[in-house]
């Protein structure tokens, strides 16, 4: 950008500026020029008692030749060639106004001639500064103005030397306000306009960059999908015969290593094979392709039902198992299998975390709001504040002293996540570093099926482990 003549050297810059500048200043233009042809017409009660002489030829300067310009102007800001003249237009006003007074001056006797000038002052103040007049364009007609004004009160219609002096210091202060104004005001709008066209530029990359991201996210997520089902097939194959070898089903192996050889590929395809079915799962949430099984399920047998599975390893470990029994059932319409793997994910971690001795406790509560919630409580290692929102990105191990030596892929819980986003629930974490964790399932009561159930099941505890 040129800083003195405050145009941008690309021309396609220029005009996309002068196109937004137009459109941005149109109602400020407009306002201006109502105001001053407001002024402008006010000014004529002045005339009569400050150059009665030529009141006639005042009136007839401001009401035929410059409040005529004004309403042209304006009329042009309606119409669709107010860009071509805007800045000529605004210019061609404040000439005309300016002109005005001076002929004003010019014409007028004593002290009329010279105390007229007093005119200029705030017009050039208010046309450098309130109409969106370019730099160029003020500096030039103000120039203009000063040296006409000149012309009138030296030579055409002289004033005292001193008074002239005198008129001079407050008009040409009045003018390098004016286009100091000017100046600065333009230079901050172009400015403006740069940082806003960095700005969509730099959003546009980022959308690009945004959905180039999501493309490939998908594509990892289809990759994952389809490896995961082709990888089923022979795992599957793998777990079947390691289990037909096991169990010798068609006569005895030979030496006992086998047996425990067999046991340990039949345990380790396990493993992977559920590996495989939660990335599999994550994979088809990622991508939207999770279809919910929906149906009516008990929550409290859902719960109930996972408690059994996880049973055995939390006595392994020393972890009891406590499950605070509501005192009615809680029946939702859910996927069953999906509400399964979240309990029994959860459940999973709290008492992979939690230390021998230590306790799982599950509770549910209905709140105001008629949503279900269900708290697990660990007294495990917990997990650092900081760190709670990582734990549901795919593949993330929060490693810390306490933590490194547990095994895991990462993906209980990011899958939990979506399993509840798919149900239109929501899963927390409240957790201190070595103060245990609480997760906080939270189901919406769209999904609740309001049905009392009959039975002495009151409320009671139940401790396993």
Known sequence: MNRFSLRFVDHEVESAYNDTAIARSIGVMRLSLLSAIIIYAAFSILDFYAIPEVFKEAAIIRFCFAIPIFLI???????????????????????????????????????????????????????????????????FVTVFLIAAYHIAAIWYNPIPLLILMANDFFL????????????????????????????DEERVKSDILAEKAQAANHSKSEFLAIMSHELRTPLNAIIGFSEILEKEMFGPLGKEQY???????????????????????????????LVLQEEEVSIVDTVNSTLRVIRDNAAERGVRLIFDVPSRDHRMIGDPRLLAQVFLNLFSNAVKFTHKGGSVSIGFQSLENGNLQIRIRDTGIGIDPENIEKVFDPFVQI??????????????LPLTKNIMELHSGTITLDSRLGEGTVAIVEFPKERLVDRQIDGDSGRAKAARG
């Open 259 to 289: 047996q425990e050889y067999s046991h340990d590929i039949n345990v380790s395809g396990q493993h992977l094979l559920s590996i495989i079915n939660d990335i599999l799962d994550l994979s088809k949430a990622e991508a939207g392709k």
């Open 399 to 412: 490693e810390s002293s306490m933590a490194r030596n547990y095994d895991g892929t990462g993906l209980g």
């Open 172 to 199: 040409l202060t009045a003018a390098g306000m004016g286009v100091f104004a000017a100046y600065f005001q333009e230079l901050a709008q172009r400015r403006d306009f740069i940082n806003m066209k960095m700005l």
């Open 73 to 139: 102007v304006f009329g042009l800001t309606y119409t669709k060639y107010y860009a071509i003249f805007a800045q000529p237009g605004a210019a061609f006003c404040m000439l005309a106004s300016g002109v005005s007074i001076i002929v004003m001056t010019a014409i007028a006797d004593e002290p009329g001639n010279y105390l007229y000038y007093a005119g200029l002052t705030p017009l050039i103040i208010f046309c450098c500064c309130l109409p969106p007049t370019r730099f160029l364009y003020a500096s």
